[in-house]
Each structure stands twice: as structure tokens, then as C-alpha cells.
């Protein structure tokens, strides 16, 4: 399969393990990796960079055609904590670089746009154990308000102008090499960088919140999984739920324990506590098991066994 691709938002938490996997997938050169700064070095040296602010479609669309560019995978986006802070700026990055990208893509600039959706779609008032793909979604946050359109607009072009626009919401993405910023779901990050660095862990979500959650790896493949997918195995162009583990901080600090016998975590739960408690606890994703034969591998033990390993490495 030849595609070159272009990443919106290579330097932040998915974007870095997402490029690193495309290019060792579809060749260095083949890959273009972009941001507003400079990206770590080993995305600088291994593949194409350009300074692109996602917002700015001139720009985007000159480095499609630099590049003769097929796909762009859109991850700008701030997070659901910081956009509570920055209601005006989160609206205006999540959604003037989505529109910019469809756009494009009904212009025939491109031909397929993966686009991150989030559990954040999802409100107080959706069921919250096994939330199903169509249920209610009153979402409370700006950053769900943006992701929850967003999804429209996707399916929108779809059935409008026949964009092949692929999306899926993410739980919360665990990962160690690079950290994330401003979400609701990054104490389960943290708390293995603090855990190895000083032992004990203050989190700000309660003991017994859970959450869904997923690692890394599971979440790269799984996106790579759906963009490859055939077209007529794409049956929801909003997008699609996606899952494999979720626990609570008291779950995650236990299982940490188990690695480091002295760890311990304290609470000191603040105004992410009401975000975390607007979200389900699990996600039934049988559409995505079913349609493209989505499976996850990382349970809690063995992403625990395996993060650890990494950091002290
Ligand atoms: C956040 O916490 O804002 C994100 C998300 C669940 O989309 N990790």
C-alpha cells in the first residue's frame, strides 16, 4: 500500500508513537511529521518535518501538494482540561483545523482524514457502565461540545461530499515516552513517572473513579487498524467506540504496588473530578470488534509490567 501521509500535531502524546509506527510501516520519507515546534529528535531525524499551525489551511494545503500528500491524520486538538480554562481557543484549534482538513479533502486535495473523537462525547446524563456506540450525549465540557460536533461534521462530508473520513473516541491513552498534557485521564501517566521518581503519587480524581482507559500501543494499532480497513467494512462515519481496560486510581496504584512495595497515593481530587464523573466508567465497542475486527492486547498487569520496565530503562 503507498500512501504519503501528513500528521497535524506530530509532537504531542499520540502523534510521536503514531508517526514513529507509520514511518516503520509506509517508509521514513513517506511520512510527514508537523507541528507548531520543532518535534523530539528522533522524529526530526528520522522522516520529513514542516512547522504547521493546524489552523491555517494556505499552509496545510501547500505542504499537501510539497509533499503530494494522501492522507492527514488531524491530531491538534487541547484537551478537556485545559479547554475548561481556554473555552474560546479550544473551540477555535478543535474545530477551524477540522473543517480546514475536510475541506481539503472535499476540495480532492486528499483522500482520507483520520480525526481523534473522545469518550468526551459522552455526558452526565449517558448511561455509564458498558456505554453503548448510540446512546445519549449531552456532553458538559468545551472539549466534548468540540468533539461531539466534530463527529457531525465528519459524518456530514461523508454523506454529503463522499469524504472518507475515519474517526474513533478514545478512552484515556497511557503512555511513558512521551507525556500528555491538559487531560482529565493523565493522572494514569503521571502517577508511573512519580511512582518511580518519588514514591508516592497525589492524585486529583478520587479513589474510586473509573474511568476507560487504553495504552498506547493498543491505541496506535487500532488507528493505523481502522485507516486500513476496507471502505466497506467503515459503517459509523461519526465515530467509532473504542475500549479495552478501564480501573480507578486506587486499581492502578495497586497494581503499581505490586512493583514498587512502598509506592503510595494520596488524594486531593479539584475541578477535574466533575469532568472525570460527567464520563462513563466502561465503553461497549462491539461495532469496532465487529466491523473491522478491532481486539486489544494490554490489560492493566501487563501495561503496568511493561511501562515500568521502559522507565527504568
Ligand atoms: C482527556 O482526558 O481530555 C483526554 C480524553 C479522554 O479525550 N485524554
Not at 517508509?27 to 515546534?37: E, F, K, M, T
Request: proline residues 4%.
Amino acid at each position: 500500500m503507498s500512501e504519503t501521509i501528513l500528521i497535524l500535531g506530530a509532537s504531542g502524546q499520540i502523534g510521536n508513537e503514531l508517526t514513529q509506527k507509520l514511518r516503520a510501516i509506509y517508509g521514513n520519507d513517506n511520512v510527514i511529521a508537523s507541528d507548531i515546534r520543532e518535534g523530539n529528535k528522533e522524529m526530526m531525524d528520522s522522516g520529513p518535518f514542516e512547522i504547521i499551525d493546524a489552523t491555517d489551511k494556505e499552509t496545510i494545503l501547500k505542504n499537501i501538494q510539497k509533499h503530494k500528500v494522501s492522507q492527514v491524520y488531524l491530531l491538534a486538538a487541547m484537551l478537556s482540561a485545559t479547554a475548561e480554562q481556554f473555552p474560546q481557543k479550544a473551540w477555535h484549534l478543535n474545530m477551524t483545523s477540522l473543517l480546514a482538513v475536510l475541506d481539503l479533502a472535499k476540495e480532492k486535495h486528499i483522500k482520507q482524514v483520520y480525526w481523534p473523537s473522545s469518550i468526551a462525547v459522552f455526558g452526565p446524563t449517558t448511561p455509564k457502565e458498558n456505554t453503548p456506540q448510540k446512546t445519549i450525549m449531552e456532553p458538559s465540557t468545551v472539549y466534548g461540545i468540540s468533539k461531539i460536533s466534530g463527529e457531525f461534521w465528519c459524518n456530514y462530508y461523508h454523506e454529503k461530499f463522499g469524504v472518507d473520513v475515519r474517526s474513533l473516541r478514545y478512552p484515556g491513552i497511557i503512555s511513558w515516552k512521551t507525556k500528555p498534557g491538559g487531560g482529565t485521564t493523565d493522572y494514569a501517566v503521571d502517577i508511573y513517572f512519580k511512582a518511580l521518581e518519588q514514591g508516592n503519587y497525589e492524585c486529583f480524581l478520587s479513589e474510586e473513579t473509573r474511568l476507560p482507559m487504553m495504552y498506547m500501543n493498543d491505541a496506535v494499532n487500532a488507528t493505523i487498524q481502522l485507516m486500513q480497513a476496507k471502505t466497506e467494512d467503515i459503517k459509523i462515519r461519526t465515530s467509532y467506540n473504542l475500549a479495552a481496560i478501564d480501573f480507578t486510581p486506587k486499581e492502578i496504584a495497586l497494581e503499581i504496588k505490586k512493583h514498587i512495595s512502598n509506592f503510595e497515593i494520596t488524594y486531593q481530587p479539584d475541578f477535574r473530578q466533575k469532568i472525570a464523573d460527567s464520563w462513563p466508567s466502561s465503553i461497549n465497542d462491539s461495532e469496532a470488534r465487529k466491523d473491522w475486527n478491532w481486539k486489544h492486547e494490554f490489560d492493566l498487569a501487563s501495561m503496568t509490567t511493561d511501562i515500568l520496565k521502559n522507565l527504568k530503562a
